[in-house]
Nanobody, 121 residues
């Protein structure tokens, strides 16, 4: 239902655009990006409501990352700028049909398989 793409290897200070292809029935779902670094728990990165009018970001993503969605194209995007080595992780898109805290993993009932982002120092 969710398929991420766009990960890769990038030098520190560089940029990447992650994409997530979304099944049509999720057009009114809230969506987020999460990430998981080796040896660490999965953490929330950014979230967006069904029509893109509301967005929110984790503290480390504010000012550097932008989340957006295009429901007509069934696409969720994460633009990542000024990347740091500590941004290295597997990035996951997730969709939620619920209305609780957008930052909580338990709110999400659909997950992609993840895409690797590696930032070299």
């Amino acid at each position: 239902h969710l398929v991420e793409s766009g990960g890769g290897l990038v030098p520190a200070g560089g940029s990447l655009r992650l994409s997530c292809a979304v099944s049509g029935f999720m057009a009114d779902y809230r969506m987020s990006w999460f990430r998981q670094a080796p040896g660490k728990e999965r953490e929330w990165v950014a979230g967006i409501d069904w029509n893109g009018m509301y967005t929110d970001y984790g503290d480390y993503a504010k000012g550097r990352f932008i989340i957006s969605r295009d429901n007509a194209k069934r696409l969720l995007t994460l633009y990542m700028n000024s990347l740091k080595p500590e941004d290295t992780a597997v990035y996951y898109c997730a969709a939620s049909s619920f209305f609780g805290d957008i930052r909580r993993m338990s709110e999400y009932n659909y997950w992609g398989q993840g895409t690797q982002v590696t930032v070299s120092s």
